[in-house]
């Protein structure tokens, strides 16, 4: 991920809704050209309503943690990221799927810088502008996109999408709240979301989008090397914290606005959707950043480490 040098400002917004490579663009006048991009290679909304997984049998009910739980599990991740990167600030929205309820939330309204987490949003608006339909081609770029992190693709898919337009549609198709373009059309990862956000996210993906499209977002996130193409390595906060669990993610990560970006997201299980974003001290090197959010995952595992293997 860049480095950029931009005005900082974290902004809060509506309360937390309840339960929570070588590059040719080839572009034309009309809108069916969109997001045609080859590789030359290698080099919240309201939840949905049903939100058990189309691929697994219904699981039995369980009870959700009550509020105390809750409160004490986000303490837990507040205190372990703070005693790693004093200063930081976080935003924290774990959803359990199976028992439709919040694990954990902490500022999970407030407004981020993405970093590569925006890339959720650029990979759904191109499946969307191709009817859900991805030909060896998209998958390619959503690999690369997604997998590897490859700003490279993520710049090509952005122009052909749109730019700006990518997170006012995508906002639109989901229903995000807490998410607006960056204020510098080409900047797609300046960005600013929420944790909130982030999980409706991955909540559409696993229930509002045909099943072939889906399985192709998860695989993409759940087959990344440790290294990304930037040579950064993406394998901390969810992935270093909970080595025997199954997961997809999709993590961030720049210096920005005199701040360390920094984020784990993804899918833990088949039950779990989590977000912890970051503005950490600029002081802080990326080793100590990444530290700081895999504590905060860890304190997480009791929980997490219980998702169901798929």
Do not use: C
């Amino acid at each position: 991920m860049r480095s950029r040098s931009v005005v900082f400002g974290l902004v809060a917004t509506l309360a937390v809704t309840a339960g929570l490579g070588a590059l040719a663009v080839a572009t034309g006048p009309d809108s069916a050209s969109k997001h045609e991009v080859t590789i030359a290679l290698p080099s919240s909304a309201q939840l949905p309503d049903t939100l058990v997984s189309p691929s697994s049998p219904a699981p039995e009910p369980e009870v959700p943690l009550t509020e105390e739980m809750r409160a004490e599990l986000a303490s837990a991740v507040v205190a372990a990221v703070e005693s790693a990167a004093p200063g930081t600030d976080l935003g924290l929205a774990v959803y359990d799927r199976v028992t439709r309820s919040a694990v954990a939330t902490e500022n999970a309204d407030a407004q981020f810088y993405s970093a590569s987490v925006v890339k959720l949003l650029i990979a759904i608006d191109l499946l969307h502008d191709a009817g859900w339909a991805a030909d060896d081609r998209a998958k390619e770029n959503l690999s690369q996109l997604l997998g590897a992190s490859n700003d490279g693709v993520a710049d090509a898919l952005w122009a052909a999408g749109g730019r700006r337009d990518i997170v006012r549609d995508t906002s639109a198709l989901i229903g995000l709240v807490n998410t607006a373009p960056p204020t510098v059309s080409d900047e797609w990862e300046m960005t600013r979301l929420s944790a909130q956000d982030v999980i409706a996210t991955y909540e559409y993906i696993h229930h509002q989008i045909p099943a072939s499209a889906r399985d192709v977002l998860l695989a993409a996130l759940t087959g990344p090397d440790d290294r990304a193409a930037d040579g950064f390595d993406q394998f901390f906060g969810i992935p270093a914290a909970l080595p025997e669990t199954t997961w997809g993610v999709k993590q961030g990560w720049m210096r920005a606005a005199g701040h360390v970006v920094l984020h784990t997201t993804g899918v833990v299980g088949e039950r779990y959707s989590v977000a912890l974003l970051s503005h950490q001290p600029s002081r802080l090197s990326y080793e100590t950043a990444s530290q700081a959010i895999t504590a905060g995952i860890a304190a997480l595992a009791p929980v997490l480490s219980g998702a169901e293997k798929g």
